[in-house]
């Protein structure tokens, strides 16, 4: 079947489009009605019962699969390399269900994962969904603070963190970072779980602290608890427009057909297949395309502890698909840039046997054509570029290889998936016509698998998303859809930018700026960067009482951010100034400061022709 025809099957009919594919999900009790609203909130296969962790893991083994690998734990930072099968992760899993289950761990309770790349994060994220608990994992590279913002956000009844995680060059102390954490909450979990890896172990000093080995007993089982299509799976915190990340909510019924779907139509993907998806489990893409899907579908997934380049080489990626026989790859474009950067003549690719490899897939950031075009020379294989957030937990445009893929065109994500209808409106939310740029929007509801809450505040998801455009989600993104339905997307309209594939607040990053007792006010802007897309740097203006050295004040500004959001910021500059460039109503010119900084052309907003011109020009200058 084409795209054209599948996309049209989904528009005339999609709630018979999502029933057909909720037949592939088992379901302890049938949902009433495929689509449910109220106010603003859509509720995909309502009353439904089932459980993901059973879907991922159980049906396989009673389906004969026990023997299958599931996972194929791969870590070159530490030379190691396992694979656990769906067998023995229904006892893992199971036994650490029932130890939690044991201590009163139940459905609707938080459970905290900060965790490094290891098979145990998988274990725990299932053991979670096996009764009904809602993980929320907060990844690696972030600070105690924003650990503990989380903390305080969700309440979680037990947190499960390990000794340690390994960077390139450094062993990072997790249980340090999560007592300080802890000192910062007044929240109590009831248990803290460490698993004591190899490399570090830490101590246990808190009397709630216990080891993973200590804790989990194996001679326990627990069976899978029903839960509601609409209960929580998980919540996970993404940056917003304020300093206070938003705790998406993914509820459990439409994330198990929309990513079960997902793995056939968007990715072309069998059980038999080894999919393999390069990101962190501290990301959705993690959520989504290391764990869920893969498992969803019953096929081996790769969990890779280690970085494109440094670990040690720029061949790990090409050496973990040959070793794997990877079918389909996902990662960002930083990831490739890194690689390109190092092995520019592909020396360490052709090292490798790519022959299984059919499909790679970028997303996280806007790929830049250059880099497209590298990796397909290098490899030969088709390079699709498809678009995503946290927010919609699988991809919103893409192209599609289960139908035969359309011309990849540079630039562009694709066109719309099965599910979404994607248009392009004015700021009065008007229809642009093709090839105009404006705001990308959503017709409501959307498709299953994507949130339509936020943790604790409901009325947050209307405002940050209903409320500006009647009747469609806005997505905060801007492009374009051409006359052939292809999609461009451009930038971020609100203060969001990308780098390395991780979405930053400058918000956010300004607040801690501020906190500097030196710096009057300041604004952080997004800096194009070779390798990471973007990079935040920020403008600081000195408090008149200032006394001590510029050099000073930005070693600390820069140590304040690192400290407190943690080192992937990647916050390198601060630049001291000695006025920001405003409206006249006192708005900082953020955009036209970021052009000028990256030697764009910029304009200064006619509404503003007092502004003084020659301010900004003092920033370039600078
Ligand atoms: N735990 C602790 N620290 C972490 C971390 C983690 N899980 N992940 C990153 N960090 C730290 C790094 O050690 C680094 O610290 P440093 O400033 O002391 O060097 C900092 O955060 C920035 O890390 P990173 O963004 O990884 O930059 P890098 O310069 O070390 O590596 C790339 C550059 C391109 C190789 C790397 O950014 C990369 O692999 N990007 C792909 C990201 C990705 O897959 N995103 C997917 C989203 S879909
Ligand atoms: P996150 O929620 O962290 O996955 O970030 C989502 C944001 O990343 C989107 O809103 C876009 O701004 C950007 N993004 C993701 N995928 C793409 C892509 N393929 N092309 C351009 N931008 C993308």
Redesign the pocket.
């Known amino acids: 079947m084409s795209y054209n025809k599948y996309y049209s099957e989904w528009a005339y009919n999609p709630l018979s489009f999502w029933d057909e594919k909720a037949k592939d999900v088992s379901w302890i009790e049938p949902y009433k009605k495929t689509l449910h609203k109220t106010d603003n909130y859509y509720e995909w296969f309502h009353q439904g019962k089932l459980n993901t962790c059973y879907n991922c893991v159980d049906k396989h083994v009673e389906n004969g699969k026990s023997d299958k690998v599931a996972i194929i734990y791969d870590s070159p930072i530490t030379n190691t390399k396992k694979k656990v099968t769906y067998g023995q992760l229904l006892k893992q899993v199971s036994s650490l269900a029932a130890s939690l289950n044991n201590i009163g761990v139940k459905k609707g309770d938080r459970v905290i994962l900060y965790m490094?790349m290891i098979p145990e994060v998988i274990i725990s994220m299932l053991a979670c969904a096996r009764i009904g608990a809602i993980h929320s994992v907060v990844?690696?590279?972030f600070a105690a603070e924003e650990l503990a913002s989380r903390i305080s956000d969700v309440l979680p009844k037990v947190i499960i963190s390990a000794s340690c995680?390994l960077?390139p060059k450094r062993i990072?102390d997790y249980k340090k970072i999560l007592n300080k954490a802890l000192s910062l909450t007044s929240h109590k979990p009831i248990k803290q779980i460490i698993y004591q890896r190899e490399q570090y172990l830490c101590k246990l000093t808190s009397e709630n602290d216990i080891s993973w080995n200590e804790f989990v007993d194996n001679s326990f089982s627990i069976n899978c608890v029903p839960v509601d299509s609409n209960d929580p799976l998980y919540i996970l915190h993404t940056s917003g427009t304020t300093g206070i990340p938003k705790g998406i909510v993914r509820t459990n019924g439409g994330h198990a057909v929309a990513l079960l779907n997902s793995m056939k139509m968007t990715y072309d993907i069998s059980e038999d297949d080894i999919f393999w998806a390069?990101?962190?489990v501290?990301?959705v893409?993690g959520h989504s395309y290391i764990v869920y899907a893969p498992l969803l579908l019953g096929c081996s997934t790769v969990l890779y502890e280690g970085?494109?380049?440094g670990t040690p080489d720029a061949g790990q990626f090409w050496r973990v698909i040959s070793e794997y026989k990877v079918k389909t790859m996902f990662?960002?474009p930083?990831?490739i840039r890194?690689i390109k950067k190092e092995d520019a003549d592909g020396q360490e690719l052709k090292k490798y046997d790519l022959s299984k490899l059919q499909y790679i897939f970028l997303?996280?950031e806007r790929a830049d054509p250059e880099s497209i075009k590298w990796t397909m020379e290098m490899t030969k294989k088709p390079v699709i570029d498809h678009w995503w957030q946290t927010e919609t937990g699988w991809s919103i445009a893409g192209n599609f290889p289960q139908f035969g893929l359309f011309d990849i065109m540079y630039g562009s994500t694709g066109k719309a998936a099965p599910g979404f209808q994607v248009n392009v409106l004015n700021d009065k939310g008007e229809k642009l016509a093709p090839e105009n740029m404006g705001n990308l929007v959503i017709k409501l509801p959307l498709p299953p698998g994507c949130s339509s809450e936020i943790w604790n505040n409901k009325n947050r998801f209307y405002e940050a998303y209903l409320k500006k455009f009647d009747g469609y989600y806005d997505t905060s993104d801007a492009g374009i859809i051409d006359k052939n339905g292809y999609i461009s997307v451009m930038s971020r309209t609100d203060d969001i930018i990308n780098c390395?594939?991780?979405r930053l607040s400058t918000g956010s990053i300004e607040e801690i700026l501020t906190q500097h007792q030196d710096v009057a006010e300041c604004a952080v802007v997004g800096f194009n960067d070779e390798?990471?897309g973007q990079v935040p740097i920020g403008l600081i203006v000195l408090s008149t009482s200032s006394m001590n050295s510029e050099n000073t004040i930005i070693k600390e500004t820069i140590n304040l951010v690192r400290e407190k959001l943690g080192?992937?910021a990647?916050y390198k500059k601060s630049i001291v100034v000695e006025n920001l460039p405003k409206t006249r109503s006192g708005k900082i010119l953020r955009s036209t400061i970021s052009k000028i900084l990256n030697k764009e052309d910029y304009k200064v907003p006619a509404t503003i022709e007092d502004i003084n011109t020659l301010e900004l020009i003092k920033c370039l200058k600078v």
């Open positions: 490094p990844f690696g590279g995680g960077e990072i390069a990101s962190d501290g990301w893409v970085k494109p380049v990662t960002a930083t990831a890194a997303a996280g390395a594939g991780h390798l990471k080192p992937v990647s």
